[in-house]
């Protein structure tokens, strides 16, 4: 199979979406079809050679479908498309020509004549001029057999037009030719916002070649040169400092509002502020990869993971259309044919009820509230990767939570050293050093800090046949002799643990220290203990968790001892301790047995990734993680903010509040204008507005959602950019 990607140029609403899946799902050879309605653009798993097929079928609903080729790391993202030069001209148009039928219609009221002909003239310019487009699509609907609002104006315009009502036609199409101008140009402010953020980051950089500093595009810049950053410049990729020493501003990436001091060692993110000194850093990823262009390619896919309201709202609508208009051909028939209903008046409220029974409010109130909840995140500084998991954050009951790097801060220190039968201290911190420098995790990083600290002059022991023991430690062979680093378990394991090694590590891990056994395979040859300080957030997110009623537990490979330690200073009720990754897994499906309810998982490192995917709601310290617990989290926390989590599931519960509000508005609305229009009280005009304010209501309810959310002294970051224009902007669009 191969996938496609296309880019629709108008493909602007879910009307479009539905057409499209009616007229490739059942064609032969394609598999599958991901939608993308921010970025305009649609992936089609398929048989080979199919894609000409597929952007011909498409082309015959009215939109253009052009294949993409694959991205190069070099090449910059597809430009925005340009606006419709005959969408918002027909509008306008459509609108004269409605306003000036109407000045007639009033003068033929007048002594001044008979009904004048330039009436009917006039609405039908306003017709043609407004409706064209929606005749195209209403078509296709038909042939696709997927009855959409198009179909049922279409049908309402022909319809009051057979009845003589030719003002009340052109209206009916002016003003949906309004409503459509409108949520195309809300639409479109979005994917701006989107791109805004992207352009963050320069467009040029100073990068070091050959001895010498070369201004080039960031587009060329590769991984491993090194570019300098002068003061006040913005970064134009990711990077690590080699040399050089300034406070950057990096609130684009973290959210944070006070600059960080920068130095050798430390890493640099694309978008960021330089301050007032010069920098020189190692490119780690290249503009294409930067963490800035993840975000917004993140957000941008954040509308491809639908929630379940979403979801049922879409499905709903599909049967929704068909319902409607058999309902309104009943009631235009049946009082005719069996009651002596007058075949005029009730034709004119079956057509009533087409345009009341359009499901624009229903359909557009789910995706903007959820966009406006993802926004709020966004200025919260938290990275929701699409509505299905903000809507499931109201149902979290527990969330487990990883130690090293999440509850504490990541980055421990060498506190004691034991030795046993002669080893000295620092034969010791060597041998451990050598095994732990092939290792990641933050423990051997602060084992190779003490021993370079300590003994920086000795350079490095050479180590073979290096092994990483998942859940337990690292095994070497130093000057021949094999040497494992690990923990209590692995000394089981070997068979070397003894009560005194026993005794040690119960003193150390009573204090709520991590211990590491260092040994080879006879006897241990001492013990290293490590603290960790706790986050200054883990208290008072645990407290403001258990404030919404949330249970929380701690998974971690550490000791039990060292976990109940940390236990008992966050008051957390679970501990699950010495756990391989599978083991945090089966602790989750526990939880989640005992509670009934989805469970959450925060973590930060590889160990994590297993239980991230395997959790509900997978929470990651955006700043701390690593690239595959990013990639696999739903979502991520971008200044390492605990109480960032408690705040994400009230920000849920709100907008599933709102969700529930809207499709009560639109449905009771809905209602009490079909019980008007077959009573006869209501018009076409008045169906027309009464859809229209429906849909009104719904969108300034859900952009209700964008208030607040900005932490008390934090400035708008570009997240802010993306997320709040997306929102604040497709208010100032729609008047709302």
């Not at 609130?251 to 502020?273: L, R, Y």
Request: charged share 20%.
């Amino acid at each position: 199979m191969t996938r496609s990607t296309f880019h629709i140029e108008r493909m602007d609403c879910a009307t479009e979406e539905r057409m499209i899946r009616a007229a490739l799902e059942g064609m032969d050879g394609v598999d599958g079809l991901e939608f993308n309605l921010i970025a305009r653009t649609l992936t089609v798993q398929h048989a080979s050679g199919m894609a000409p097929r597929i952007a011909g079928a498409i082309g015959r609903l009215g939109m253009e479908a052009v294949e993409q080729r694959p991205r190069s790391p070099e090449e910059v993202v597809i430009p925005m498309a340009q606006p419709s030069f005959w969408r918002s001209r027909a509008t306008v148009l459509t609108s004269i020509a409605l306003l000036a039928a109407l000045v007639a219609e009033i003068l033929s009221w007048t002594p001044l004549g008979e009904e004048w002909i330039g009436v009917r003239l006039l609405a039908v310019v306003a017709i043609v001029a407004g409706g064209y487009q929606s005749a195209a699509k209403a078509w296709q609907s038909v042939r696709t057999l997927s009855l959409n609002i198009h179909f049922l104006m279409v049908l309402a315009v022909l319809g009051a037009v057979a009845l003589g009502q030719w003002t009340e036609a052109g209206m009916v199409i002016a003003l949906f030719a309004v409503a459509e101008l409108v949520e195309w140009q809300s639409l479109n402010r979005a994917r701006r916002a989107v791109r805004s953020l992207m352009e963050v980051a320069p467009g040029i950089a100073t990068v070091m070649r050959g001895g010498r500093a070369v201004v080039v595009n960031v587009e060329t810049i590769r991984c491993g040169e090194i570019v300098r950053i002068k003061p006040g410049e913005r970064l134009p990729v990711d990077g690590v400092v080699q040399s050089g020493m300034s406070e950057v501003n990096q609130a684009a990436i973290t959210g944070e509002s006070m600059p960080s001091v920068k130095g050798p060692g430390d890493e640099v993110f694309a978008g960021s502020i330089n301050g007032s000194g010069t920098l020189d850093f190692e490119v780690t990823h290249t503009a294409a990869d930067s963490t800035i262009n993840r975000i917004a390619e993140l957000v941008e896919q954040a509308t491809v993971n639908r929630g379940r309201t979403e979801r049922f709202v879409d499905r709903f609508a599909r049967y929704y259309t068909p319902a409607v208009f058999v309902m309104a051909l009943l009631v235009a028939l049946l009082p005719p044919l069996f009651f002596g209903g007058g075949w005029e008046a009730w034709a004119y409220r079956g057509l009533v009820l087409l345009v009341i029974g359009c499901p624009c409010a229903l359909v557009i109130s789910t995706p903007v509230t959820v966009v406006s909840g993802l926004a709020n995140a966004a200025r919260r500084g938290i990275l929701v990767k699409g509505g299905e998991f903000l809507e499931r954050g109201h149902a979290l009951r527990a969330i487990a939570f990883d130690k090293t790097g999440t509850l504490t801060e990541g980055r421990p220190r060498v506190t004691d050293l034991r030795v046993f039968d002669g080893m000295e201290e620092g034969a010791l911190l060597h041998l451990a050093a050598a095994v732990e420098a092939r290792s990641e995790h933050p423990i051997a990083g602060a084992i190779v800090a003490e021993h370079e600290l300590r003994h920086a002059d000795e350079g490095e022991i050479a180590v073979e046949s290096f092994e990483a023991l998942v859940g337990r430690g690292a095994r070497g062979t130093v000057n021949g002799q094999p040497i494992y680093v690990g923990n209590h378990r692995l000394a089981h394991d070997l068979g070397v643990c003894s009560d005194r090694v026993e005794e040690h590590l119960f003193s150390l891990e009573r204090d709520g220290k991590t211990t590491v056994v260092v040994m080879n395979d006879h006897a241990v040859l001492g013990v290293i203990g490590i603290a960790d300080a706790v986050r200054a957030s883990s208290a008072e997110a645990i407290a403001e968790l258990r404030g919404v009623g949330v249970h929380t537990a701690i998974l971690t490979g550490d000791n039990g001892v060292t976990a109940r330690a940390i236990a008992r200073e966050l008051a957390i009720e679970d501990i699950y301790a010495d756990l391989l990754p599978q083991g945090k897994i089966e602790a989750l499906a526990e939880l989640q047995t005992r509670h009934g309810a989805p469970v959450g998982m925060v973590g930060e490192g590889v160990n994590d990734v297993p239980a991230l995917a395997r959790a509900s709601v997978g929470f990651v310290m955006g700043a701390a993680g690593v690239d595959v617990a990013l990639e696999t989290a739903d979502v991520a926390l971008m200044d390492d903010d605990l109480r960032k989590i408690p705040e994400f599931i009230r920000l849920s519960h709100r907008t599933l509040r709102v969700l529930k509000q809207n499709i009560a508005i639109a449905l009771a609305l809905k209602l009490i204008f079909f019980v008007l229009a077959v009573a006869g009280a209501a018009t076409l005009w008045m169906a027309v507005f009464a859809d229209m304010g429906a849909s009104l209501i719904v969108v300034a309810n859900g952009l209700r959602l964008l208030r607040g959310g900005m932490p008390q002294g934090r400035k708008p970051s570009a997240a802010d950019h993306l997320a709040g224009m997306a929102g604040v902007e497709a208010a100032n669009a729609t008047g709302a």
